[in-house]
C-alpha cells in the first residue's frame, strides 16, 4: 500500500482517524508513524505509535480487540488518514464501543458494500453469480422474486422462528436492492423521499 503522506509537516506523525467500516461510526483517533502503518498493512491489524511509551502498539494486543485493517486513504493535505476497520470487540480501553461514548452497534453501511456489489454483477455478468442470472431474466422475473419473499416474510412472520424469519427478511432486502437496480433507481432516491415525508 503506497500512501503519499507528508511526514515532515506533521513531525513524523500522522493522525488517523478510526473509522467501522460497517456502521461508518468514528470509533477512535490515534497516530501513525511509516513504520506503524508497514505493520498494519503487513498483519491486517491496526498498529499505532504511542505518544507516551515512545513505541509502536498493536491495537488488542493486550484485550484481543483487534480493529482489522479494510481500507486505508489519505487525506487531500497529505497530512491526515481514514481508516476503515472491522473492529473486535469495544475499541476503548474504558469498554465502551468507541472512544467518543457512542455504541456501535448499527451494521447498515454493509448495504452501500451490497449495493456496489449488485451493480457490478449488472454491468459484469458472472456466469456463476445467481445475481447476475436474476438480471439476465429481466425485469419481471427480478419483480416477481421480490413478491415471493413479500409473502414468504409475511408467512414466517406468524411464527415465532427467529431464525426463519431473519432468513426471509435478508432475501427480501436483497431482492429489493436488485430491484432497485433492474428498473436503474438507488436506494439515495428512495431515503430522498422518505426523508421528505419525514419532514412534512
Not at 482489522?68 to 476503548?92: I, R, T
Not at 449488485?118 to 422475473?141: A, C, M, Q, V, W
Not at 422462528?161 to 433492474?182: P, S
Amino acid at each position: 500500500m503506497k500512501l503519499n503522506i507528508d511526514f515532515e509537516k506533521v513531525n513524523g506523525l500522522v493522525p488517523a482517524i478510526i473509522q467501522d467500516a460497517f456502521s461508518n461510526k468514528v470509533l477512535m483517533l490515534g497516530y501513525m508513524n511509516q513504520e506503524a502503518i508497514d505493520k498494519t498493512v503487513e498483519t491486517g491489524k491496526m498498529t499505532f505509535f504511542s505518544r507516551t511509551k515512545g513505541r509502536l502498539w498493536t491495537k488488542g494486543e493486550t484485550s484481543g480487540n483487534f480493529l482489522n485493517l479494510v481500507s486505508m486513504e489519505v487525506d487531500c493535505d497529505q497530512d491526515a488518514l481514514l481508516v476503515k476497520v472491522d473492529p473486535v470487540g469495544p475499541v476503548c480501553h474504558t469498554g465502551d464501543d468507541t472512544c467518543f461514548k457512542e455504541e456501535n452497534r448499527s451494521k447498515t453501511a454493509f448495504i452501500d458494500h451490497l449495493r456496489t456489489v449488485i451493480k457490478d454483477r449488472k454491468e459484469n455478468p458472472n456466469d456463476k453469480s445467481y445475481t447476475s442470472s436474476l438480471f439476465e431474466k429481466g425485469i419481471n422475473k427480478v419483480a416477481q422474486k421480490v413478491g415471493e419473499e413479500a409473502v414468504e416474510i409475511v408467512i414466517e412472520a406468524k411464527d415465532d422462528n427467529k431464525e426463519l424469519f431473519m432468513g426471509e427478511a435478508a432475501d427480501l432486502l436483497f431482492h429489493y436492492l436488485i430491484l432497485l437496480e433492474a428498473k436503474g433507481y438507488s436506494l439515495d432516491e428512495v431515503m430522498e423521499v422518505l426523508m421528505a415525508r419525514h419532514k412534512s
